[in-house]
């Protein structure tokens, strides 16, 4: 059973940074496309950024608008298998549920249903 756990949430003032962590169990992160996503109380889940099993990278999602604008640094950590997202500059805006997510075949999207493994989430706040 594929198993991703989240880490690494927390609140902070505007400007401040985190960094999110997302260990996965029973697969190797190298293999495959994992994302990281976000939803704020009543807006759509979007993605923040993504890393596919090539290494490409991909920020933001075009069907929100949202732009990471350079703040946001996602990678993989081979010995940890995991997927980590590292958040400078963080904004009011950026107040969400952070979700891990992982697809076994083909390469990343940005729609959440393309996705059929996900973990719990951590709540990232931050205040003006």
């Known amino acids: 059973q594929v198993q991703l756990v989240e880490s690494g949430g927390g609140s902070v003032q505007a400007g401040g940074s985190l960094r999110l962590s997302c260990v996965a169990s029973?697969?190797?992160?190298?293999?495959?496309?994992v994302a990281w996503f976000r939803q704020a109380p009543g807006r759509e889940r979007e993605r923040v950024a993504s890393i596919s099993r090539s290494g490409y990278k991909e920020y933001g999602d075009s069907r929100t608008g949202f732009s990471v604008g350079g703040r946001f640094i996602v990678s993989k950590d081979n010995d940890k298998n995991s997927l980590d997202l590292q958040m400078n500059n963080l904004k009011p805006d950026d107040t969400a549920m952070y979700y891990c997510?992982?697809?076994?075949?083909?390469?990343?999207?940005?729609?959440?249903?393309?996705?059929?493994?996900w973990g719990q989430g951590v709540q990232v706040t931050v205040a003006a």
């Open positions: 997510a992982t697809r076994m075949f083909g390469g990343c999207y940005r729609q959440p249903d393309e996705y059929p493994y």
């Open positions: 029973e697969i190797d992160v190298r293999e495959y496309c």
